[in-house]
């Protein structure tokens, strides 16, 4: 019961309205049009909690199911580039303790763990000095970092 799970939820095509958005952002801020598409993933990381509480909280907490697409672990294999950004230690990270309250209420648990990360996956002939300036225009080193792609063995 202590290992971590993975799941991570984008929103449909016609519901991805922040990723459309974003993408026409940052090719005006950045001044380029090497970006092609830009995806969304809400990832969020799970410890302590049972098969059956996961199960009941992938389909109305951590994803929309009606607007959502779920992947488990892994993102499929993409030719693209990904972001992953996180809030620093001691930050206070609304999403992740909103799904931790919603879960311990739903199935009657102690509160899980639970690390939450934006994962931007971006498509185009993106050079080097492209990445470096979209990660300094989507992470506030105030209150965020870029987080690691591989999953944590826990999150005590």
């Not at 016609?14 to 993408?23: N, P, S």
């Not at 499929?76 to 799904?99: F, T």
């Amino acid at each position: 019961m202590s290992r971590v799970r993975r799941i991570y939820a984008e929103k449909r095509p016609g519901y991805d309205v922040a990723a459309r958005q974003l993408c026409q952002e940052l090719r005006e801020a950045l001044g380029t049009d090497a970006i092609a598409r830009v995806r969304l993933f809400q990832r969020y990381d799970v410890e302590g909690l049972s098969d059956a509480a996961f199960e009941s909280a992938r389909g109305i907490i951590f994803s929309e199911p009606n607007a959502d697409v779920l992947y488990d672990e892994n993102l499929p294999q993409m030719d693209a580039h990904l972001l992953a950004v996180e809030y620093l230690p001691g930050q206070y990270d609304q999403r992740a303790d909103s799904a931790a309250q919603c879960i311990q209420l739903m199935a009657g648990v102690d509160r899980p763990l639970i690390a939450y990360a934006k994962v931007y996956l971006l498509e185009g002939e993106l050079s080097s000095a492209d990445l470096d300036k979209i990660r300094d225009y989507l992470i506030n080193p105030v209150e965020s970092r870029q987080a690691a792609m591989d999953k944590p063995e826990t999150l005590v």
